[in-house]
């Protein structure tokens, strides 16, 4: 009898293969976001016009606090792969930024909210390259795009969210910023819930050497090339894509009232979240290299809109082109990561990725207040779109070579 050779099953694709874990994880970014996104945008005002701090003193514990996360975030990374325990120490991450979030509404003083505001980025370093790795871990090698745009796009559900929350309880509450602080406690603890009892961390491969030293020279050099080609373009990427505070800027330029500018990042967040997965999936059936080279192309014309936009509907569009090259990038360069850095070193590698591009995002931002500030917003936003330009060069580089596919 003539046997009948069957083709291999073709491997699931879609949302409704993507593991529960990294949904879950996805929701766990949400609900944090939610939380502190509603009390960061309030904080600095809170803190200029009740407890009366100087503007400057609000950006300096701002520039602190966000790189003491950047570089929390290698050694928590490190420590995850040394362990061979990755969970945990989001846990970890996660449960220190609950636990400050009744301080907000208690604190009386500068210094106890300092502290809180510290604490909090500490926590969100300890847990960002752990939760990382735990995505890429969990996730079969075919999907990790689409799993990597769906946690994108559940955090940044959460990163539009609590603002708007604020605003609506700051009306009700009759702009009554402890009350609206307390509501914020909430969805922190619940995110600290979902991960403990929804996330299963899978047992470590028997194959996987342990890592006694990840950050020395020998393991940092196991990373390979391509690894570091990946972060050398993804810091000149992160170099054109300045904080999104010139946004607001922009739009307060153009005369956009104050009331209304947290929409300009209303708007953002919903084109970043609509492009999020759709992207990511795309990834997975074509090229890495080409979806990403598209979330460039988006950002060289958000650039060039904004450069040159003189009416609301100029602004509106250049703010949907900056959130969709969110959606293209973001996910695409943490799933590119994942594809390049060896099991044993990703946390590590996701560590050094994050405190590198949060290096460059500061340089960005620095350069753009200072073209600003001396050309004008065409020269910030002309030379983002120069940076977008060398990021693709780089990108058509990793191609030429075969880094990328």
Same mark, same amino acid.
């Given at each position: 009898?003539?046997?009948?050779?069957?083709?291999?099953?073709?491997? &699931?694709?879609?949302?409704?293969?993507?593991?529960?874990g990294?949904?879950?994880?996805?929701?766990?970014s949400?609900?944090?976001?939610?939380?502190?996104?509603?009390?960061?945008?309030?904080?600095?005002?809170?803190?200029?016009?009740?407890?009366?701090?100087?503007?400057?003193?609000?950006?300096?514990?701002?520039?602190?606090? /966000?790189?003491?996360?950047?570089?929390?975030?290698?050694?928590?990374?490190?420590?995850?792969?040394?362990?061979?325990?990755?969970?945990?120490?989001?846990?970890t991450?996660?449960?220190?930024?609950?636990?400050?979030?009744?301080?907000?509404?208690?604190?009386?003083?500068?210094?106890?909210?300092?502290?809180?505001?510290?604490?909090?980025?500490?926590?969100?370093?300890?847990?960002?390259?752990?939760?990382?790795?735990?995505?890429?871990?969990?996730?079969?090698?075919?999907?990790?795009?689409?799993?990597?745009?769906?946690?994108?796009?559940?955090?940044?559900v959460?990163?539009?969210?609590?603002?708007?929350?604020?605003?609506?309880l700051?009306?009700?509450?009759?702009?009554?910023?402890?009350?609206v602080?307390?509501?914020?406690?909430?969805p922190?603890?619940?995110s600290?819930?979902?991960?403990?009892?929804f996330?299963? /961390?899978?047992? &470590?491969?028997?194959h996987?050497? &342990?890592?006694r030293?990840?950050?020395?020279?020998?393991e940092? *050099?196991?990373?390979?090339?391509?690894?570091?080609?990946?972060?050398?373009v993804?810091?000149?990427?992160?170099?054109?894509?300045?904080?999104? *505070?010139f946004? %607001?800027?922009?739009?307060?330029?153009?005369?956009?009232?104050?009331?209304?500018t947290?929409?300009?990042l209303?708007?953002?967040?919903?084109?970043?979240? *609509?492009s999020?997965?759709?992207?990511?999936?795309?990834?997975?059936?074509?090229?890495?290299?080409?979806?990403?080279?598209?979330?460039?192309?988006?950002?060289?014309?958000?650039?060039?809109?904004?450069?040159?936009?003189?009416?609301?509907?100029?602004?509106g569009?250049?703010?949907?082109?900056?959130?969709?090259?969110?959606?293209?990038?973001?996910?695409?360069?943490?799933?590119?990561?994942?594809?390049?850095?060896?099991? /044993?070193?990703?946390?590590?590698?996701?560590?050094?990725?994050?405190?590198?591009?949060?290096?460059?995002?500061?340089?960005?931002?620095?350069?753009?207040?200072?073209?600003?500030d001396v050309?004008?917003?065409?020269?910030?936003?002309?030379?983002?779109?120069?940076?977008?330009?060398? *990021?693709?060069?780089?990108?058509?580089? %990793? &191609?030429?070579?075969?880094?990328?596919?």
């Open positions: 009898m003539k046997t009948v050779e069957t083709a291999p099953p073709t491997p &699931r694709q879609g949302w409704r293969a993507i593991p529960t990294v949904w879950a994880l996805g929701f766990v949400m609900l944090m976001d939610i939380s502190s996104e509603m009390i960061h945008a309030l904080l600095p005002l809170y803190m200029v016009t009740v407890l009366g701090t100087s503007v400057l003193s609000v950006g300096l514990i701002e520039g602190i606090a /966000e790189a003491t996360a950047s570089i929390t975030k290698v050694f928590s990374g490190a420590l995850s792969d040394k362990l061979g325990q990755r969970k945990w120490l989001a846990v991450g996660y449960g220190l930024a609950a636990l400050t979030k009744p301080v907000f509404p208690l604190a009386g003083t500068m210094a106890w909210l300092v502290g809180a505001r510290f604490v909090d980025r500490i926590g969100k370093g300890i847990r960002g390259a752990p939760r990382d790795a735990l995505v890429a871990d969990i996730t079969p090698p075919h999907l990790r795009g689409a799993a990597f745009g769906l946690r994108q796009a559940l955090d940044t959460g990163a539009f969210t609590g603002p708007l929350l604020a605003i609506g700051m009306w009700l509450t009759a702009d009554h910023f402890p009350t602080f307390w509501f914020a406690v909430l922190a603890f619940a600290v819930a979902v991960l403990v009892v996330v299963k /961390e899978p047992e &470590r491969p028997a996987v050497r &342990r890592v030293a990840p950050l020395s020279r020998t940092l *050099a196991r990373l390979g090339s391509a690894y570091w080609w990946v972060v050398g993804g810091a000149v990427f992160t170099l054109a894509r300045f904080s999104e *505070a946004l %607001l800027l922009r739009a307060e330029a153009m005369g956009v009232p104050l009331m209304w947290p929409a300009v209303v708007l953002m967040g919903l084109a970043f979240f *609509a999020s997965y759709p992207a990511g999936a795309l990834s997975d059936r074509t090229s890495r290299g080409g979806v990403l080279a598209v979330g460039l192309v988006l950002l060289l014309a958000a650039d060039l809109v904004l450069a040159t936009a003189d009416s609301y509907w100029g602004l569009a250049g703010l949907v082109l900056w959130g969709l090259h969110m959606g293209f990038t973001q996910g695409l360069l943490a799933a590119l990561v994942a594809d390049t850095a060896t099991t /044993e070193l990703r946390g590590t590698a996701f560590g050094m990725f994050n405190l590198l591009t949060g290096l460059a995002l500061l340089i960005a931002s620095v350069l753009a207040g200072l073209l600003w050309i004008g917003h065409q020269g910030t936003f002309y030379a983002g779109a120069g940076f977008a330009a060398a *990021a693709l060069a780089g990108l058509a580089l %990793l &191609r030429r070579r075969g880094i990328l596919r």
